[in-house]
């Protein structure tokens, strides 16, 4: 199996486990002075390499923030405004913007969309009081379906301008309300 040569002495077995226990806690210590020294600066450096990256990423999403805030407010004015306009059909944008429902930046219009009868066939729109004819009278539901188109856009621009990541320039929002 083993050779005479592989084997080690009696006298070396003697020599090699001979140190006390204070050589033993001395060579303990200084390895741990070793890698202590070369680990100093690693968390720093760690932190150099993390803080621009969590830096970009906070601004994202406070950019995302603002984006979604901007426009969940414009979309709200829109629904406002098709409010009012189902009550006043004849309400205008600037009647809108005097009530002060639209945000600060936002432009709105008002518009009346085409009439339809009961079953979505796009009518004329009859003169209101009932002078002209009805355009539905010959359907089965004879009921004339007035809307009106209120909409909305504003502009956006981030805090930070990205390069790799384009945020929308305005934001737009519309709200189709039947008055009739």
Do not use: H
């Amino acid at each position: 199996m083993f050779s005479r040569r592989c084997r080690p002495t009696p006298a070396f077995a003697r020599r090699a486990f001979r140190m006390s226990p204070l050589m033993i806690m001395s060579l303990i210590a200084g390895s741990r002075r070793s890698w202590s020294g070369r680990n100093e600066g690693a968390s720093a450096v760690e932190f150099a390499i993390t803080l621009p990256l969590l830096i970009v990423f906070v601004l994202g999403v406070a950019d995302y923030g603002i984006l979604m805030n901007n426009a969940a407010a414009l979309v709200g004015a829109t629904r406002a405004g098709g409010e009012v306009a189902e009550v006043n059909p004849s309400v205008t944008a600037a009647q809108l913007t005097a009530l002060g429902i639209f945000p600060s930046g936002a432009t709105p219009s008002v518009s009346a969309s085409p009439c339809s009868c009961f079953d979505t066939t796009t009518v004329s729109c009859p003169t209101p009081g009932g002078a002209g004819a009805n355009p539905c009278a010959a359907k089965s539901d004879t009921r004339v379906l007035r809307y009106v188109t209120v909409s909305a856009t504003q502009s956006f621009s981030p805090v930070v301008s990205w390069t790799s990541f384009t945020f929308p320039g305005s934001l737009n929002a519309t709200t189709v309300v039947r008055t009739q």
